[in-house]
């Protein structure tokens, strides 16, 4: 037997795909900032900010077959009425 150095040292790295795991859809918590312009995907209204009430708006990141496709915005109880398509927002 010729093996006395180990050689099993020498497999290839196979275990290293980092970021694998970012490329699912994925919701995020966040506060309506001043100036935002942007629709709730499921009422279709202004997520407006509105300087009396601190409204939190959820963010969504929207991938399919491990590609980003697009960002949709809801209020935040709008996320919850749709039963967080998206995952709990983080
Ligand atoms: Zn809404």
Redesign the pocket.
Known sequence: MADVHGRSDLLPNTASTPAAATKVSRAALRPIEAGSYVD?A??R?RVKFQAKIRLMQVICNVYADGRWVKVEH??EA?YLATDMPYGPPS
Request: proline share 0%; net charge neutral; charged share 30%.
């Open positions: 709730c499921r009422c209204e809801y209020h709008c």
